[in-house]
């Protein structure tokens, strides 16, 4: 009884809290986007060169290494397009 008092009490004194961006939010905001299109711009490098050495590859015909950079490349072009809804899956 004392306890339920207690925690009514403190909870009439704190209130329900606004949320609040902490200060130089836009400037993170603005950082995430830089890296976002970094990770984009990467990924895209990273399949057109897999294409090309897919292409040498067969031409050559040497070891077919190419086709798992291409995998690779697109899979991390998922995980890393879809961070925000995996985090906020986890988190939230």
């Given at each position: 009884?004392i306890?339920?008092?207690?925690?009514?009490?403190?909870?009439?004194?704190?209130?329900?809290?606004?949320?609040?961006?902490?200060p130089?939010?836009?400037?993170?905001?603005?950082?995430?986007?830089?890296?976002t299109w970094?990770?984009?711009?990467?990924?895209?490098?990273?399949?057109?060169?897999?294409?090309?050495?897919?292409?040498?590859e067969?031409?050559?015909?040497?070891?077919?290494?190419?086709?798992?950079?291409?995998?690779?490349?697109?899979i991390?072009?998922?995980?890393?397009?879809?961070a925000g809804t995996?985090?906020?899956?986890?988190?939230?």
């Amino acid at each position: 009884m004392i306890l339920a008092a207690v925690t009514d009490t403190l909870l009439a004194q704190i209130g329900n809290p606004t949320p609040e961006a902490p200060p130089l939010a836009d400037k993170i905001t603005q950082m995430v986007q830089y890296l976002t299109w970094f990770v984009l711009l990467a990924g895209i490098t990273a399949i057109i060169y897999a294409g090309g050495k897919f292409a040498w590859e067969k031409w050559s015909g040497g070891s077919m290494e190419s086709p798992k950079m291409v995998a690779g490349a697109m899979i991390g072009g998922v995980v890393a397009t879809s961070a925000g809804t995996i985090m906020n899956a986890v988190i939230g």
